[in-house]
């Protein structure tokens, strides 16, 4: 029997939201093995003169623990 397990990470990017989720679980795998998912929870960007110029996003990444 299988045991998953969730955290929650917030990333960032310049470029897009889809990024920031890359970002996400880039960053999430150098530490976390099994990823099974990732969960968009929330997605926020900071805005300066008229433009994004960051985006932001809170993501549950849900892994698989060993046996």
């Known amino acids: 029997m299988s045991i ?4 929650e ?7 897009s939201f ?3 989720v ?5 960053d ?5 093995h ?3 998912g990732i969960w968009v929870e929330g997605m926020k960007a900071e805005v300066d003169n008229n433009r ?3 985006y932001r ?8 623990v060993a046996d």
């Open 4 to 7: 998953a397990k969730v955290i």
């Open 9 to 15: 990470v917030i990333a960032e990017s310049d470029k």
């Open 18 to 20: 889809d990024d920031a």
């Open 22 to 26: 890359s970002n996400a679980l880039r």
């Open 28 to 32: 999430a795998s150098k530490t976390v």
């Open 34 to 36: 099994n990823i099974k």
């Open 52 to 54: 994004i110029v960051k």
């Open 57 to 64: 996003v809170d993501c549950k990444v849900t892994f698989v």
